[in-house]
């Protein structure tokens, strides 16, 4: 069998993983690496909405769910660093993988960095979106016993947690159901505003650039 870690004669059939990442841009890496789950996410849902025929999307979903919540994580990080950087800290990424942490890290550090009421507004705005969807998902993979200490971010890729407890939709009588079109729409403008953030901080200021 051809190694998959090999070229195909016709460019256009290659996937090159170290065209758009640097050996030292770390933060620039984080986001690009972001870009590519949220835009499979994206892709995944255009593809079900062209064609469900096969019902293909309740088993896609969950890969969509873990793309998009990944690139999530990775842009808030990206985030995160250039304004550590920007704030001299001495820190640069903070939380594991609960998102809803993370962004709440990333609004403390926006608070602190933005002198101008205007700009912190902005921010606020233009993840208003996010906020919502972070509120919702945590009230779903949160039960009230649990509390805040249970992250069960690994929702879409397991079945059951780490102690072997069904996941919330598992247990679920009714349907628990996702609107593609209503997902699509949002996760457009979520994706397109944490990128628009993660490269303003980065490029817009040369001092965070590491490199």
């Not at 890969?63 to 304004?83: M, Q, R, V």
Request: hydrophobic share 35%.
């Amino acid at each position: 069998m051809k190694d998959v870690f090999s070229y195909n004669k016709d460019i256009h059939k290659n996937a090159y993983l170290n065209w758009r990442t640097e050996k030292h841009s770390y933060i620039d890496n984080m986001i690009t690496i972001a870009e590519g789950f949220m835009k499979s996410s994206i892709l995944l849902t255009e593809q079900s909405l062209n064609d469900n025929r096969d019902k293909k999307a309740d088993i896609i979903i969950f890969p969509i769910l873990f793309n998009a919540n990944h690139g999530i994580e990775l842009y808030l990080k990206a985030i995160t660093w250039s304004l550590n950087v920007l704030l001299k800290n001495d820190v640069k990424i903070e939380g594991n993988h609960n998102i809803k942490q993370i962004f709440t890290i990333v609004c403390s550090l926006v608070n602190k960095f933005e002198k101008e009421k205007e700009n912190r507004d902005e921010f606020k705005k233009i993840t208003l979106n996010l906020k919502e969807y972070l509120d919702e998902l945590y009230k779903k993979i949160e039960p009230e016993s649990c509390g805040k200490h249970k992250d069960n971010m690994d929702f879409s890729r397991y079945p059951f947690s780490q102690k072997y407890i069904n996941h919330f939709y598992i247990d679920e009588l009714d349907n628990v159901v996702i609107d593609l079109e209503n997902f699509l729409e949002i996760f457009k403008e979520i994706s397109n505003n944490l990128n628009m953030i993660a490269t303003h901080y980065l490029y817009d200021y040369p001092e965070a650039d590491e490199d």
